[in-house]
């Protein structure tokens, strides 16, 4: 009997690719970002816009959602880890952190001017 790769993966197998990952986590922080720049001072029903990110940052950091999971259906690519551990290694997550809190900052002194 042959099976196929599909069928031989498992319900908590890495069913995310790293694009899909990419995307998630720009939703998540676009949740994070918003209602503070919204609502500095109170926030009230804004605080259930900022517990919605917290699926879409976790996804995106462990790669696997859980509805692809249920539906059977994978987006990862064989041979993507290379490019995954290459990409989400410390000095690379810093250099984005800095360079992305550089352009938000830019971005917010050009707005308040």
Request: aromatic share 8%; net charge neutral; with cysteine.
């Amino acid at each position: 009997m042959n099976t196929t790769t599909a069928m031989k993966r498992n319900l908590m197998d890495t069913n995310l690719s790293f694009s899909h990952r990419q995307f998630r986590f720009v939703i998540g922080a676009s949740l994070i970002a918003a209602p503070l720049y919204v609502a500095p001072e109170t926030m009230g029903m804004w605080s259930i816009v900022l517990l919605a990110s917290i699926p879409f940052i976790s996804m995106a950091i462990i790669g696997w959602d859980p509805l692809y999971a249920l539906a059977g259906k994978s987006s990862y690519v064989e041979g993507e880890e290379d490019i995954q551990q290459r990409s989400w290694t410390c000095p690379n997550i810093i250099d984005r952190a800095v360079r992305l809190s550089t352009g938000l900052g830019l971005m917010l002194s050009l707005i308040h001017i």
